[in-house]
């Protein structure tokens, strides 16, 4: 059964770090694209980072450069987003995305509140 769970969410307060787990089962994080995504209350799912073993690439937002971090270990079959210096308006539901041609599987979201 293929499943992406996300864990590692929380409340912190700004200036803080939180690191987001996406566990993957069911097929090989290696052969896909991993996104993070993040949907705040009343706005469109946004894209934060993304992962491509397979080709050797990241991407960050613009909004997060700097202070967030993609990684993945292959062994757990897992991948990370580390996240520094969080901002207020870095609360939202972040989502796991893997992405290879037409399979697209989505976990069921971690909530990140950063607020003092």
């Known amino acids: 059964q293929v499943q992406l769970v996300e864990s590692g969410g929380g409340l912190v307060q700004p200036g803080g770090s939180l690191r987001l787990s996406c566990a993957a089962s069911g097929f090989t994080v290696a052969y896909y694209a991993i996104g993070w995504f993040r949907q705040a209350p009343g706005k469109e799912r946004e894209g934060v980072s993304c992962?491509?073993?397979?080709?050797?690439?990241?991407y960050y937002a613009d909004s997060v450069k700097g202070r967030f971090t993609i990684s993945g270990d292959n062994a757990k079959n897992t991948v990370y987003l580390q996240m520094n210096n969080l901002k207020p308006e870095d609360t939202a539901v972040y989502y796991c995305n893997a992405y290879r041609g037409v399979i697209n599987y989505w976990g069921q979201g971690t909530q990140v509140t950063v607020s003092s």
């Open positions: 992962i491509s073993a397979s080709v050797g690439s990241t």
